[in-house]
C-alpha cells in the first residue's frame, strides 16, 4: 500500500456510477435475461478503461474498477459462491432481519417514507444448504485483468496504487443463515477459508485488497437493544474472523472499509468511533477506512489526538460525503484532510470518502454526474493540502 510521503493521496470506497451500458447488461443479467458472455465481457472491459480514466482525470490516485462488473456490493456473492440457496422469507422474520431494524423503529414514519429500513426489508434470503466454495475465481481474475489493463492505459496520468473490493466474511455469515455445517464455528471457518481464496487473489496480482465490512458499522443500528458490551463483542468476534480469513496476507496488501455511512439517514444509533478504535485497530490490514465527512462523524479527527496508531496503518478517513448532492468545495476538503494530517502524520493518512457513490447499480442517491464533480473536488483538495503540508504543489 502506497504512503502519502510526497504528496496527498486520494482514494474513494469502490462503487462509482456504472456507464449507461454496464448498467444496461447488469440490469438484464439481474433480471435473468440472457446477455451473450462475449457482449458482457467487453462491455464491462470498456466501462472499466473509462472508470479509471475518469478518476485519474479527477484527480485520484489510487483507484479501482469502480465495481463496474457487480450489480451490488453484496449480491455479487451469491453467483460467485456455491453452497447457498434463495429462500423466502415469512414477512415478520424479514422486518426482524432488516439491516436497521433499530433504527427504523426510532423513526418508523421517515423509514416508511423513504421505503428502507424493517417496513421494506427483502423477503428474501440465501440459505447455506451446502458445502460453501468459490465457483466463480474466472470471474476475480477477469476483474484484475481489466482494472490492470485500465491502468496500464492510463499511464503517467498520476495514478499512484490500485485496489479492488470484496465483501468481508461476517457480512456472509450474518446475512445467510446456516443450514448446513454441525455448528456456527465450523460454518463462519468455513466461509473464511473460501473468501480467503478470493482476497489471496487479488492481492497477488499487485492489487490492495479492500474487504468492505458493514458487519463491524452496523449492528447498534440493526439489533434494537443491543448494548456496547453485546456490539463489542460482536465486533470483536468478527474481526477474529477477518484476521483468520486473511492470516496469509501481507497486512501491507489490504485495507478494511468500516461501514456505517451509507445512507442518508439520522445515523443516531452509529458506534461512537472513541468506543471502538481499539478493537478495530487490532484487524490485521493495514488500511483503515472510516467516515469522517457527514454531520454525525466530522468531529471525530479529535479521537486521533489521544490513540497512538500501530506502526504500518494507514488512516483513510472520508472528507467527501456519499450521501449528499452537495459537492464540498476543495479548501473544505484540504481543511479536512491537514487537520488529519496534524494527528494522523501525512504519511500515516490518504483522503477518501466516507461510503461508496453507487452502492447498488442503478439506485442514484447521489446523481452521477455530481459524484464524478465530487470527486474531482477530492481530487482539487488533495492538491491543495499537498501545497499546505509540503509547501509546494504536488
Not at 459462491?81 to 415478520?92: C, I, K, T
Not at 455448528?183 to 499487485?206: M, T
Amino acid at each position: 500500500m502506497k504512503r502519502s510521503t510526497d504528496r496527498m493521496l486520494s482514494s474513494h470506497i469502490g462503487s462509482l456510477p456504472r456507464t449507461p451500458e454496464a448498467l444496461a447488461v447488469l440490469a438484464a443479467r439481474n433480471r435473468g435475461e440472457e446477455v451473450a458472455d462475449d457482449v458482457f465481457e467487453a462491455t464491462i472491459a470498456a466501462a472499466v478503461a473509462g472508470t479509471v480514466r475518469q478518476q485519474a482525470q479527477a484527480g485520484i490516485t489510487v483507484v479501482n474498477d469502480g465495481e463496474q462488473s457487480k450489480w451490488a456490493y453484496m449480491a455479487y456473492v451469491s453467483d460467485r459462491l456455491e453452497g447457498f440457496e434463495l429462500r423466502a422469507l415469512a414477512r415478520d422474520l424479514a422486518a426482524a432481519r432488516g439491516s436497521l431494524a433499530a433504527e427504523a423503529a426510532d423513526f418508523p414514519a421517515h423509514y416508511e417514507h423513504w421505503s428502507y429500513g424493517a417496513g421494506a426489508a427483502s423477503l428474501h434470503a440465501h440459505v447455506c444448504t451446502g458445502p460453501v466454495s468459490y465457483r466463480a475465481m474466472a470471474e476475480v481474475d477477469r476483474d484484475i485483468a481489466n482494472l490492470k489493463a485500465a491502468a496500464d492505459a492510463a499511464g503517467q496520468s498520476g495514478v499512484s496504487d490500485l485496489f479492488m473490493t470484496a465483501i468481508s466474511p461476517g457480512m456472509v455469515w450474518s446475512q445467510t443463515p446456516n443450514e448446513y455445517y454441525p455448528d456456527d464455528d465450523s460454518y463462519r471457518h468455513a466461509v473464511c477459508d473460501v473468501l480467503a481464496e478470493e482476497y489471496a487473489r487479488i492481492a497477488s496480482a499487485g492489487i490492495v485488497v479492500q474487504i468492505d465490512c458493514p458487519d463491524l458499522g452496523i449492528p447498534l443500528r440493526a439489533a434494537p437493544g443491543l448494548s456496547l458490551d453485546g456490539y463489542r463483542a460482536v465486533l470483536q468476534s468478527n474481526i477474529e474472523g477477518l484476521n483468520y480469513a486473511t492470516r496469509n496476507i501481507d497486512p501491507d496488501m489490504m485495507r478494511i472499509h468500516v461501514c456505517y455511512g451509507a445512507d442518508e439517514a439520522p445515523h443516531h444509533r452509529d458506534p461512537e468511533l472513541a468506543d471502538i478504535v481499539d478493537l478495530l485497530l487490532t484487524a490485521r490490514p493495514h488500511g483503515l477506512t472510516l467516515v469522517g465527512a457527514n454531520g454525525r462523524h466530522e468531529h471525530e479527527w479529535k479521537v486521533w489526538e489521544d490513540v497512538e496508531l500501530p506502526e504500518g496503518k494507514v488512516i483513510m478517513p472520508g472528507v467527501i460525503d456519499s450521501t449528499t448532492n452537495i459537492i464540498e468545495h476543495p479548501d473544505l476538503v484540504a481543511d479536512r484532510i491537514i487537520r488529519y494530517a496534524e494527528v494522523l502524520g501525512r504519511e500515516n493518512l490518504i483522503a477518501g470518502v466516507d461510503c461508496g457513490l453507487a452502492t447498488i447499480s442503478g439506485v442514484d442517491q447521489v446523481d452521477p454526474e455530481i459524484a464524478w464533480a465530487k470527486l474531482a473536488s477530492l481530487g482539487e483538495g488533495a492538491r491543495r493540502a499537498t501545497a499546505a503540508l509540503w509547501g509546494r504543489q504536488p
